[in-house]
């Protein structure tokens, strides 16, 4: 197994991280995984979020031409010597003050609409049925009964209970 001395800036927790997620996504065990359509999927389980323009500039870099890459190529791309592909997953006070932005009173809350227009047309814009999902996720956790408004600290307490890393 690898270890952090051959992986500049990851831990060997970090790399025993890496190298499970590798091996759960090389579903035939033989030591490598196509980069389409595998790699996407697996570079989102390890808690990235990337472009599709992102995907296609770490293939275009790191395909060997081989239209796979093994475990060491893997841990490679994770290193801290990558930070253009490895990004930290968003902390609960940026989303905040996100959120802050658009609180025009100060009162630490919004709209649904409010949430909604974030969600559609600012950003990496979701789609009808997945900010549908987001929405109803939202009412089911943080609405009060007796308001239109949700507390958006409420929001980011549910989303980072709900998946720290894939925020």
Not at 42 to 57: C, D, F, M, V
Request: net charge negative; glycine share 6%.
């Amino acid at each position: 197994m690898a270890d952090a001395q051959e992986h500049e800036g990851l831990t060997n927790n970090e790399i025993a991280k890496l190298t499970e997620a590798f091996s759960i996504w090389d579903k035939q065990q033989q030591g490598y995984i196509p980069w389409n359509p595998d790699f996407p999927a697996l570079w989102r389980s390890i808690g990235q979020n990337p472009t599709e323009a992102e995907l296609k500039e770490i293939r275009d870099v790191k395909d060997k031409g081989t239209g796979h890459f093994d475990q060491e190529q893997f841990l490679k791309i994770c290193e801290s010597d990558n930070p253009r592909y490895m990004k930290d997953p968003v902390r609960p006070e940026q989303l905040i003050e996100a959120f802050k932005t658009f609180d025009k009173d100060g009162k630490g809350t919004l709209t649904i609409g409010q949430l909604r227009y974030m969600v559609q047309c600012l950003g990496d814009k979701l789609e009808d049925a997945e900010a549908d999902e987001f929405i109803s996720f939202v009412m089911a956790k943080c609405k009060t009964e007796d308001s239109d408004e949700i507390s958006y600290e409420d929001i980011v307490d549910q989303l980072m209970e709900r998946d720290p890393k894939n925020v």
